[in-house]
């Protein structure tokens, strides 16, 4: 690692086996391409498109990825609960009320000196009214920043507005903000004035001939019907969304960040 930069490679909400199997074969080479430091995930549809268990988590481990972030869809998987407790790589929304499993933040050591902190949160326009995502990461900011100033932020939201408003409220305060949720990349990647690196919406690592990760068969029934019918991921033009940002490792301070939609050889793997 450069002692004066850090790589930080955010891979967008990985699909399902589709997603995974994408994480094996082309995180190595990527990792190596951009020199990363420092890699983190959003995995919360990392198990049949919906939530995550410890085997999932342990497969993105083992193959190149540092910590994972999450969303609404995190406590799908009811037997996950405890391993919230117990695994604080896998971060949940830090405004989740007091008391719900899991941890919303984590501090990581790259070296003596250069830590990393990721804060995990949720949005509340068109989701769950949980708590104020401006107030709870403002709280949690004035503890961090006296550890360290090297601060990557997942933001779970639907709204855009919403995401802008973030970036806004947090320029200047974190290295990166990075948008989760809606598997649509944007093309806004940029350097805010400050030296936050943003952007509404990352994008999604899995199957691109779908419904945003799922089949398109599925996703169409449930729209035209309006009956409950259970999503499934599709398996075809696989593609590896995220970006890579570089920070200043004792400002903070984002230098650059690069966008990333790499398509995949597809190899048939679906669920």
Known sequence: MNQETINILFIADIIGKPGLAIIKKALKPIREKYQV?????NGENGT???????????????????LVTSGNHIFEKINYFRFLNTNHRVLRPLNYPV?????????????????IGVINIQGRTFMQS????FRTISEELVKMRKITPNIIVD???EATAEKIAMAWHLNGKVSALIGTHT???????????????????????GPYDSVIGMKKE??????????????QPADSDLKFAGV????????????????LLISIQNEGTSG
């Open 37 to 41: 430091d420092f890699c983190i995930a």
């Open 48 to 66: 049949a498109g919906k939530g995550l268990t410890e085997d999932v988590a342990a497969e993105y481990f083992n193959h190149g990825i540092d």
């Open 99 to 115: 008391g719900t499993c899991g941890k919303g933040s984590a501090i990581v050591s790259l070296t003596p000196d250069v830590k």
């Open 130 to 133: 949980i708590d104020c995502p």
């Open 155 to 157: 933001f779970h939201a």
């Open 183 to 205: 598997h649509v990349q944007t093309a806004d990647e940029t350097i805010m004035n400050l030296g936050t690196a943003y952007i509404t919406d990352v994008g999604m690592t």
């Open 218 to 231: 599925v996703a169409i029934k449930r729209f035209i019907q309006q009956m409950p019918e259970r999503y």
């Open 244 to 259: 890579v940002i570089t920070i200043h490792s004792q400002t903070g301070k984002a230098e650059k960040i690069h966008r």
